[in-house]
């Protein structure tokens, strides 16, 4: 009892970037299993501002909210003063649609 198998876990890297400045932060390794939707927000510390601060964070290679969407978010103004999303991505993105700007 209260043993542990030998089976190794797997990680997956996310990738984290700032919605303050942009930038890219800190990568966060994810056990399997224990992934974030895409596009989770995360409160890191962000090496460039020198602040914790919301950080999105972005699976590269699994996931359908990518490093594009979030420069997206980022240019047409989806994050808040304090950094949390003012729409939910999906509504945002078909708000840009029916503007035709994207």
């Not at 596009?39 to 999105?56: A, F, P, S, T």
């Amino acid at each position: 009892m209260g043993r542990r198998n030998n089976h190794s876990c797997t990680f997956a890297i996310s990738q984290c970037y700032c919605t303050k400045c942009g930038e890219k932060g800190i990568d966060i390794p994810r056990k399997s299993g224990r992934y974030r939707e895409a596009g989770h927000l995360k409160k890191l510390y962000c090496i460039h501002c020198g602040k914790v601060w919301n950080h999105v964070e972005i699976r590269p290679m699994y996931s359908d909210y990518n490093y594009e969407d979030f420069q997206l978010e980022m240019k047409y103004g989806n994050f808040d003063e304090k950094g949390n999303r003012k729409e939910p991505y999906r509504i945002f993105r078909g708000e840009l649609k029916q503007k035709g700007v994207i």
